[in-house]
């Protein structure tokens, strides 16, 4: 398992990394091309929410396909759409390679969701799902800091092209060292009656809110950050922006134990634990001090990758018997607030600064755990 592991810790890394390849750079594209902070922020808006519309796609693509095959179909593609982004003449194209990315990273994402529980033993799918979890953060940092000193270095578009490069070592390493999926492949569609039960369902649609308003909240603050930090009195370059988010290692410690410490102590209890640190995250964000920003930005991925370790099992525990559609239900949710936490925010940075940002998050996160503290009192009943 040891060998399995390192090389999914290693592609699930690579692929998170190019969705956040841009967010330390958006100042210095947002020069580059003279477009507005609400244009700029398109670029991450865009893919995500175009992601969000294509992964329910995949549901049905892998029951159909075998999910090694359909997964390694989609990085070469993914690989073409970030080429596009390091040579595209304007901003218009920059954006339409973001948004082909989009319909690709979830034919890695939503199907190495349940991917993973299917290769790693019962007992140990917590763990498994830890390890996939802090390689999304380990990209996320990746993606930052590469862009960064590749964008001060060099320049923003040789910082794509080493994505690309990086994206075609991850085919290799998928093709060469990951097993094949153990499930059978069948012809069947998921029944529209099978997820509209699952959404009305208030325990697991409780559930779902939760990484939505989470992924909300660590993509708003983890955008916005790069603005106020770049403006006085931090005025950051760069470089030194990405240097920042190597706070976001984090997530690589937390992500594994929240899993594993789920499998023992609760679901239940880790994401709440998670919940109280994101808030805690935020406040302290909005603190004028980089160290308090730091900080603020640590605890916010601790509590996000922590959430994020534990939902997807929790919700495969309450569906064990159709993970696969489970699984693109939650990713369609999560990158739904993910999408939202780039385009919100702006209208609130608009009007209140950071400031704004950090109290809409706040709210938010507090709003949609709501419905998951009511069905947990019921259960207790």
């Not at 779902?208 to 106020?228: E, N």
């Amino acid at each position: 398992m040891l060998k399995t592991s390192l090389t999914l810790f290693f592609i699930v890394s690579i692929i998170f990394s190019t969705i956040y390849t841009p967010q330390a750079i958006l100042p210095a594209l947002q020069g580059y091309f003279h477009i507005s902070i609400a244009q700029t922020n398109l670029l991450l808006f865009g893919m995500l929410f175009v992601l969000m519309l294509t992964t329910p796609i995949y549901a049905p693509l892998a029951r159909r396909y075998e999910k090694k095959k359909l997964m390694l179909f989609s990085i070469v593609f993914l690989a073409f759409s970030v080429l596009i982004s390091a040579w595209a003449p304007n901003f218009y194209w920059l954006l339409f390679a973001r948004l082909l990315q989009g319909v690709f990273i979830p034919g890695i994402t939503a199907i190495m969701l349940s991917y993973v529980q299917e290769i790693y033993p019962k007992k140990h799918r917590g763990l498994g799902m830890g390890i996939y979890m802090a390689a999304t953060g380990f990209g996320a940092v990746l993606g930052r800091l590469l862009a960064g000193w590749m964008t001060q270095w060099y320049g923003w578009r040789e910082a794509f092209g080493l994505f690309v490069v990086l994206l075609l070592i991850a085919w290799v390493a998928m093709y060469l060292a990951l097993p094949s999926s153990k499930s059978k492949t069948t012809k069947q569609k998921a029944k529209k009656e099978k997820v509209v039960s699952y959404l009305t369902n208030p325990r697991i649609f409780s559930v779902l809110l939760i990484p939505m308003v989470v992924f909300f909240s660590f993509m708003a603050v983890s955008s916005f950050i790069t603005y106020r930090l770049s403006e006085a009195p931090f005025s950051l370059d760069p470089s030194a922006l990405g240097n920042t988010f190597l706070v976001l290692l984090v997530a690589v410690i937390v992500s594994p134990l929240a899993g594993k410490y789920s499998d023992t102590l609760g679901r239940i209890k880790v994401l709440f634990l998670g919940i109280i640190t994101l808030l805690v995250g935020i406040f302290l964000s909005t603190i004028d001090s980089y160290m308090m920003v730091l900080l603020g930005l640590g605890l916010v991925t601790v509590g996000m990758f922590g959430v994020q370790a534990v939902a997807p099992t929790y919700l495969g525990d309450l569906v064990p018997d159709d993970r696969a559609t489970i699984a693109v239900l939650y990713q369609t949710f999560f990158y739904f607030g993910g999408a939202m936490g780039t385009l919100l925010p702006a209208i609130a940075w608009h009007y209140g600064r950071y400031g704004a940002v950090a109290l809409l998050c706040f709210g938010l996160v507090l709003l949609g755990n709501i419905p998951f503290g009511y069905t947990m009192f019921l259960k207790r009943r």
